[in-house]
């Protein structure tokens, strides 16, 4: 980077917040996704008025801008795949605003992290659903611009049922307000709406608006045993049918059974073929023990070998670990993970699930998988060995059928974890010609110098 740009920026938010040495290009060169891209330098931003100075800077100088929260995504989102600098929030704008008991809102940074809006929320008798498998450390800002998800959505839904209003800034320096704080508003295009999961590449959200609800009084948690994936999928969808909400249905197949039992030793029943995890909540108990029932019957018609409840939050934990800690514990297989997040209509799921074995017989491929059904949502895992090139290349050939597998069931390319630029080859399965250049030319009509995030989302 030239050095007066250099000058400029520590000028205008100090040395101590404009880094553009080694160690800290390599510290924000990478993302979950392991893919390495060093930015040009790093900006900590103290204020929206210096987010504004910096876009304005940078527009005129057609400097790149990549906005980040924790760097936690999957999809190289907040990698600077083509340069400039990284704009971080975990510094200075990772606050708490307000949490107004009225309006039962809060007002956040997008450098807060999940866990702490949830736990704020939850001091006061509120709650925040959205949990991401990384609400220990994934930041607001990110959630909302990957619209993340999380294993309450079953009941709850995702993030932007959550968002009511964003301050944010345009590439040209302009502070703009989406959204009000009321519950009906319906003045004037939903710019919220666009810029939702648009990974930063259209404006960089500096305050958040989110709604809040009434902290549910009771939840239980109960397990099912199948004896194959086909079962449990098909025990998903007519449980969804059957007049029962629950907070969570969360899956594990064979594979994810036998990683977990091997490597943590839980007492799992590793000859199953699948089984499914849920919570149920409600402001009484006996709600809760008649959607339970409902529960039992529905998996026990559809083949469930065995139900189990669990009699107490240690047992609640227990039968929750599985599924928290698969992800690590499948890396028996393979030391390369082809991680995608697919979603079809929750109908859709056994035939879907029915392909993905089809498919990994195809390409000689080891693909756990486990996730969200209560949505439709299954993380799927290509496990390869990352030594071996020819096995990595069967890995995305399997990848790619896949995509191809799940557009083909009505489904997209991701429930949660964004395009980025992992995702970005794959855009044209999803999307017609036509459609893609409305997304440019929103893009555009946003950042007609193309200086936020660019190269993302397959644009």
Known sequence: MDSKHIKYFENLIGQDNAK????????????????????????????????????????????????????????????????????????????????????????????????????????????????????????????????????????????????????????????????????????????????????GSLAVITEITLKLIAKPKFKKTAMGVFPSVNSAMNAVYKTMAAGVTPVAMEFLDSLSIKAVEQKFNKGLPTDAGAILISDVDGPNLDVINEDLEIIKNCFTQNGAIDFKVAKDDQESADIWFARRNCSQAITMYGSLKLNEDITVPRSKLPELLDKISQISAKYNVTTPCFGHTGDGNVHTNVMVDKSDPQAIERGHQAITEIFKATIELGGTLSGEHGIGISKAPFMSLAFSDGEMELFRSIKRAFDPNNILNPFKMGL
């Open 20 to 199: 553009f040495d080694k160690a800290h290009q390599i510290a924000y060169c990478y993302d979950a996704t392991k893919k390495r891209y060093e930015p040009d330098g790093v900006l900590f931003p103290r204020d929206e008025n210096d987010v504004s100075e910096i876009l304005k800077y940078c527009n005129e100088n057609k400097i790149i801008i990549v906005p980040r929260g924790a760097g936690s995504g999957f999809t190289g989102g907040a990698l600077a795949s083509g340069g400039g600098v990284v704009l971080s929030f975990e510094k200075h704008m990772n606050k708490i605003l307000e949490i107004d008991m009225q309006n039962m809102v809060a007002v956040v940074q997008p450098g807060v992290i999940n866990m702490d809006l949830q736990k704020a929320a939850l001091e006061v008798g509120l709650f925040y659903p959205p949990d991401p498998a990384s609400e220990n450390y994934s930041s607001i800002g990110g959630n909302v611009s990957e619209n993340a998800g999380g294993m309450r959505a079953a009941k709850y839904g995702i993030t932007k049922d959550y968002v009511m209003a964003l301050r944010a800034v345009l590439p040209n320096g302009q502070i703009i307000r989406a959204g009000k704080k009321t519950i009906k508003d319906v003045a004037g295009y939903n710019i919220a709406g666009i810029l939702i999961a648009s990974e």
